[in-house]
Each structure stands twice: as C-alpha cells, then as structure tokens.
C-alpha cells in the first residue's frame, strides 16, 4: 500500500508561481510511475505532467512549457513546478502513483493504482 499527501496549493496571481509537492510512503517509490491530475469543478479528471521510474517525463499540451515535473527518490517525494499561471488552472491538483513502469505513457485517471488526496490551485486574474 501507498499513501500519497500533497501539499503547496494556495492563491496565487496570474503569471505567478507554485510549487507542489507530493510525499510517498513505500520502499518502492524509486520504482513508480508518478503522475499530476487536476480537476476543475464540473469538470473531468485531467492528466497534467508524469514522470517514469527512468526520469523521463511528459505533459499535456496545455502546461506544456509552463509546468516542470521531477521527483527525489532519496526523499520519496515528485514535485509539480508551476509558472506562467493562468485562471484556466484553477483545480485540485492530484498526485498519482502507478506500481508498474512497463514504457508506455500513462495519460488517463484509471492507470493510477494509487491517489492523494488532493490540493486546491487557484488562480486569479
């Protein structure tokens, strides 16, 4: 079993800066697959950024340029750097763990074995 706490939302101003952090309990974190979702109110699920047990990373288009995962194995925590802040990313942001890294991106909510619980992003304008 995995337990994934997320933390560092908050307010933040249009073009501003957060960074979210998401800390992992398990010896096998080095291991997983991390990924970031966000949800918006009336809105689906929707995959932000991962980052494979390699370091390898991918985004959504959207954040793409703006959003930097990574992730430090010694200290079982990803991290979610966020610039360039739009209204538009206003959500709960979710971190993700996936137990099996078999090199393919992982981009939908129900390849995830594991969740957090969540921290509110929001954005003014």
């Known amino acids: 079993q995995v337990q994934l706490v997320e933390s560092g939302g908050g307010l933040v101003q249009a073009g501003g800066s957060l960074r979210l952090s998401c800390a992992a309990s398990?010896?096998?974190?080095?291991?997983?697959?991390m990924g970031w979702f966000r949800q918006a109110p009336g809105k689906e699920r929707e995959f932000v950024a991962a980052?494979?047990?390699?370091?390898?990373?991918y985004y959504a288009d959207s954040v793409k340029g703006r959003f930097t995962i990574s992730r430090d194995n010694a200290k079982n925590t990803v991290y979610l750097q966020m610039n360039s802040l739009k209204p538009e990313d206003t959500a709960a942001y979710y971190c993700?763990?996936?137990?099996?890294?078999?090199?393919?991106?992982?981009?939908?909510?129900?390849?995830?074995?594991?969740w957090g619980q969540g921290t509110q992003v929001t954005v003014s304008s």
């Open positions: 993700a763990a996936r137990s099996r890294d078999d090199g393919f991106e992982r981009r939908t909510s129900d390849e995830y074995d594991y």
């Open positions: 398990g010896r096998t974190f080095s291991t997983y697959s």
């Open positions: 980052i494979r047990w390699s370091g390898r990373t």
